[in-house]
């Protein structure tokens, strides 16, 4: 028996796949530069000493406040 296929995908399929995989790796790289600069930490402002010692909080440690409503000031 003899086979009649002469080819594979081609070189047009080798150019989309490769840059494929090129357009993969500049987007991990950018995600791991921008995953970088996150802070994972609020800044700690010292002008507050109750938001530093925890005052105010609740008990899962998130401040559940609703900023400028008109009674605030």
């Not at 047009?12 to 840059?19: G, K, L």
């Not at 010692?53 to 008990?59: A, K, L, N, P, R």
Request: proline share 7%.
């Amino acid at each position: 028996m003899t086979s009649t296929f002469t080819g594979g995908p081609g070189f047009i399929a080798f150019v989309v796949t490769f840059a494929l995989a090129v357009a993969v790796i500049v987007l991990f790289r950018s995600l791991s530069t921008h995953l970088r600069k996150v802070r994972t930490h609020p800044p700690v402002d010292d002008a507050t000493p109750a938001a530093a010692s925890g005052v105010g909080e609740d008990d899962d440690g998130t401040r559940n406040e609703v900023a400028d409503e008109p009674g605030d000031r």
